[in-house]
């Protein structure tokens, strides 16, 4: 009989203090909790109740946080908490959109109208800087990669987006201390570094890099980021040079890249899917399709950075001039 009573007081208090408008439990409530617990004959019955308790509070936290309402996962029932379900998105056949890294409103077609031999000669002695920093670069990668065209646009996507992230990240800081707006360059610097991260994320699918290429990757992007940071903050018309430079190499490996899928040197497989619905490529496409459309991103980001480059160089700020949003 004592033992039965025990338990009964335990269960009220635990349904009390577990119950409670705000889940939580008063001082007072822990300490009659803790003396029924070191009681005779309370220890035992009030073991199983508090375990019966964290069975029910588990099963309440495989709940998921999700929009479905009613949908299961498994066995585990989908409830939205915090009001941000997930967009429930298809294709225009109707079929289901799986990227969760890019919507079908982020996607477009290429413009392969592009002029691809455009070309900033240098004339200062800064466009010279960054016009031989940017050709002394390409000696290692020619010596490492050869002709392996794949992975050398795989390790090439890894360095070109770092800079549309530095300049749009202090473009955001300056435009934050100088309560000022940008002319819309942040949001065309962050739009530049999302698409070269697009290309780095098709080019995945295509060449699986080894355990010293991707060891690679990380040292001359830890490399190449702080010393561009460092160019950004002491001259914004250096290092939008030296963007426009990198694009303008971008082209001429993407040109090769080609040249060896002709010649059959390269297989020519089928496009990654992700490809397909980035730049809205037929269901046919095929890996040359890939790299005309991603050449023709970077002849783009070559002509914003050189227009970047050339604002400051006549004495003027980027937020003067409108950014050329959505130019890809």
Not at 282 to 299: G, H, I, K, Q, S
Request: hydrophobic share 40%.
């Amino acid at each position: 009989m004592m033992r039965r009573g025990s338990t009964t007081v335990i269960r009220s208090i635990l349904t009390t203090t577990t119950t409670s408008p705000r889940g939580f439990s008063t001082g007072a409530d822990k300490a009659v909790v803790t003396w029924w617990m070191r009681s005779s004959g309370g220890a035992r019955n009030a073991s199983t109740v508090a375990l019966g308790a964290d069975k029910e509070e588990q099963r309440k936290e495989e709940t998921v946080v999700n929009g479905g309402g009613g949908e299961r996962k498994g066995n585990k029932e989908i409830t939205s908490y915090w009001g941000v379900p997930p967009s429930r998105l298809t294709k225009e056949d109707g079929t289901e959109w799986k990227w969760n890294c890019f919507r079908p409103w982020e996607t477009y077609q290429a413009d392969l109208s592009i002029d691809l031999k455009k070309h900033h000669k240098p004339t200062t002695w800064l466009d010279k800087f960054a016009y031989y920093a940017v050709k002394s670069l390409r000696l290692p990668t020619d010596i490492f990669f050869q002709r392996r065209y794949g992975c050398r646009a795989m390790m090439l996507e890894t360095v070109a987006a770092v800079p549309g992230m530095v300049g749009g990240m202090l473009l955001h800081c300056k435009s934050l201390r100088r309560f000022e707006h940008s002319g819309g360059w942040i949001k065309a610097l962050l739009e530049e570094a999302e698409n070269e991260r697009m290309h780095l994320m098709t080019f995945m699918e295509v060449a699986k890099p080894k355990w010293y290429e991707r060891a690679l990757v990380f040292t001359v992007q830890g490399v190449f980021f702080n010393a561009y940071f460092l160019a950004y903050l002491a001259s914004p018309k250096l290092a939008h040079r030296i963007t426009g430079y990198l694009e303008e190499e971008a082209v001429h490996s993407y040109t090769e890249f080609l040249k060896e899928l002709d010649k059959g040197n390269i297989e020519n497989v089928k496009a990654p899917a992700i490809a397909i619905d980035y730049w809205r490529l037929p269901a046919d496409a095929t890996l040359r399709d890939v790299v005309m459309v991603v050449r023709a991103d970077e002849a783009h980001h070559r002509d914003v950075n050189h227009f970047a480059s050339d604002i400051h160089y006549q004495g003027r700020e980027l937020k003067d001039n409108p950014a050329p949003i959505g130019y890809h």
